[in-house]
């Protein structure tokens, strides 16, 4: 799936965006036709369309003060993700498993009246932030090759609040931003647990923000139906299970049961999308 990033300034150096994405591992092409942004979106030619075509613009709805910083806020997310990757599609697939499941908890769930079409525009995109914290975190922790001690997992474990208080910085510099608020609110609280014993902040219930509460599930269910150093990608059946088992422990209820209903969903992106490396 193709990310585009909106630059409605013609004093931006787009050249140099598109440098800068490249290193960090995206496909870039530059466009102001809607026709080729579309036909390099179904055809996956490139991850990232540059354009300063208003009619996208007024459609993917980014806060004009927000722009020019959406190059650094994306490409830190690969950045942050590609460090101890082994999941190459992990962003877009959590992208798609967060939708999948705001479409569903919007029609049917108690949460329906919380969850509009600008809540799922945001948490598509914010769900790429959920870890950008770990660009705080060294390397000898994140890519150790073993089981981390107890004190390397508590170190692991702050980059919930090292990625919102990058966000909060990016908040508070370039104002209110729907997509960054819900950003920090995911990179905070999506290793939250339903029964309060998760981290950083023991939050449980509905204490936990939705879209994090959320993430949690699309985050889990991409870590159990991928392979990684540490295990094989479990089948289908096996990854439901594990998530039903989650239910009203781990997870919100609720979104389980949502999660229920649409696990076929999950199952064609997983397939979609899966690591060009596994
Ligand atoms: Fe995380
Ligand atoms: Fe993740």
């Not at 080729?36 to 369309?49: F, G, R, T």
């Not at 995911?186 to 939250?192: L, Q």
Request: aromatic fraction near 6%.
């Amino acid at each position: 799936m193709s990310k585009v990033l909106i630059l409605n300034n013609e004093n931006v150096d787009f050249e140099n965006v598109k440098a800068l994405l490249e290193k960090s591992g995206y496909s870039v092409s530059i466009s102001k036709s809607v026709s080729d942004l579309v036909n390099a979106a179904i055809n996956k030619k490139s991850d990232v369309i540059l354009t300063t075509t208003e009619s996208v613009q007024n459609k993917v709805n980014i806060h004009p003060a927000m722009e020019t910083q959406m190059e650094t806020i994306f490409s830190l997310a690969k950045l942050a993700q590609s460090r101890d990757d082994d999941t190459g599609e992990h962003l877009t697939r959590v992208q798609n498993y967060c939708r999948i499941l705001s479409e569903e908890l919007a029609k049917n769930s108690p949460y329906s009246q919380l969850i509009d079409n600008d809540f799922i525009t945001d948490i598509v995109n914010a769900s790429t932030l959920h870890d950008i914290g770990k660009v705080g975190i060294s390397d000898l922790i994140l890519l150790k090759n073993a089981k981390l001690t107890e004190d390397e997992y508590e170190v692991m474990k702050t980059h919930t609040i090292i990625g919102a208080q990058t966000l909060e910085d990016v908040h508070s510099k370039f104002g209110d931003n729907s997509f960054i608020r819900m950003g920090k609110i995911i990179a905070r609280s999506h290793h939250e647990r339903w029964d309060g014993k998760g981290y950083p902040d023991g939050l449980s219930g509905e204490h936990i923000p939705l879209p994090a509460r959320i993430m949690a599930i699309a985050d889990v269910y991409d870590a159990l139906s991928t392979k990684r150093v540490y295990k094989d990608a479990f089948p289908q059946e096996k990854c439901v299970q594990i998530i039903k088992e989650g239910r009203g422990t781990q997870f919100d209820p609720y979104i389980v049961d949502a999660f229920l209903r649409v696990a076929d969903k999950f199952d064609d992106v997983r397939q979609m999308f899966c690591d060009k490396v596994s």
